[in-house]
């Protein structure tokens, strides 16, 4: 019987699993560059595929002039901008800590406001500007992985159909049954995880461009400052519509009383109903489309072990686990 079990397939699939898991965990101080490079290589191979589709161009042409294009704009973007930016969000950090330490005439803010002093909540923002620090710090580090990444992704690219020939050699080796494995994984893995990457970056911007002209026309100030803040809230499924929600009632109620922070309410409604009901269906399969219950214990139990990278990765890398022990909604509705 142990033999039977140690020679099946499922058992070997399994092992293979935790031998490829133990290896990420072994180079988890290289996680950041690892993801990164497979996110900017799927996403510029989507976009490298859909010109190709239109401009009968040389694929190395396209992938040079596509990435030549997206780090020229991020470039003249942090040049142009990026001061200014930093500036709105400064204002806009000012203008919470002083709605936070103002005394207000509504009897509800201030029951609010008091039940937030006495759950200490000094102790949390001064965590929260020292994690901020540290990341500034780090800068150097990250911009360094971020440019190999980009560099690994663009090689990548440019050798794609010689490594996929060169890859595909060890089918036929001694290491054949492995290969057969690891390719099954793979699979999967470009099949759910990258592809809810990417519909979360698409959802991102789309979430990130509504709710920002919305808040132009409620005359918001800082328009710079929040979307960037509502597009990295954007990435996070779900929690990042409520986590945004926050700032942005706190700043409604500040320059328009209680009507702004309803229609504020309105605006992001409705566009979370435009992502819920046109953007999921299209962009996502039907097992990207879990209860709330899960996607919150997901994301929980992702920024403890993983920190940032366990929210915005937390449910494709659950998605994928569903893909890969065949988890499908068969009822019919």
């Known amino acids: 019987m142990i033999n039977k079990v140690i020679q ?5 699939r399994i092992s293979i699993f935790l031998f490829v898991a ?3 965990y072994a180079v988890r101080s290289m996680i950041n560059l690892i993801l990164l490079t497979f996110i900017f290589a799927f996403l510029m191979d989507r976009l490298v595929q859909f010109f190709e589709n239109k401009i009968p161009l040389n694929r190395k042409l396209l992938v040079v002039i596509s990435y030549s294009s997206i780090v020229g704009l991020l470039s003249y973007a942090l040049v142009m ?47 929260g500007v020292t994690y901020l620090l540290k990341s500034f710090s780090d800068i150097s580090k990250v911009g360094l992985q ?3 990444a980009l560099l690994l992704s663009l090689f990548f690219l440019l050798e794609k159909p010689r490594l996929v020939e060169f890859t595909r050699k060890f089918k036929h080796s001694k290491v054949a049954s492995i290969y057969a494995e690891i390719e099954f994984f793979a699979q999967k893995f470009v099949r759910t995880f990258g592809k809810v990457i990417e519909a979360q970056l698409i959802i991102a911007i789309v979430n990130c461009i509504l709710t920002t002209i919305s808040l132009w026309i409620l005359d918001f100030p800082q328009l710079g400052g929040l979307s960037i803040m509502i597009f990295i809230l954007g990435l ?77 990765i937390g449910i494709p ?4 686990l569903l893909d890969v022990l065949e988890v499908t909604d068969n009822e019919k509705s």
């Open 8 to 12: 099946s397939s499922s058992f070997k």
């Open 22 to 24: 133990l290896i990420l």
């Open 81 to 127: 901008y990026l001061p200014m930016i930093a500036g709105e969000i400064t204002t806009l950090i000012k203008q919470l800590t002083t709605f936070y330490t103002a005394k207000h005439d509504n009897v509800v803010l201030n029951y609010i406001v008091g039940r937030i002093e006495e759950i200490n909540i000094t102790s949390y923002l001064e965590q």
């Open 146 to 148: 971020i440019l190999l």
């Open 236 to 312: 996070i499924p779900v929690a990042g519509v409520i986590i945004s929600l926050i700032p942005l009632t706190i700043i409604a109620y500040s320059i328009g009383g209680i009507m702004t922070v309803l229609y504020v309410g309105i605006a992001i409604a409705i566009i979370h109903g435009i992502e819920a009901y046109i953007l999921n269906p299209n962009l996502m399969s039907s097992k990207t489309n879990l209860p709330v219950f899960y996607t919150f214990i997901v994301l929980i139990f992702g920024e403890h072990f993983f920190g940032v990278w366990g929210l915005i």
């Open 317 to 320: 890398v659950f998605v994928f």
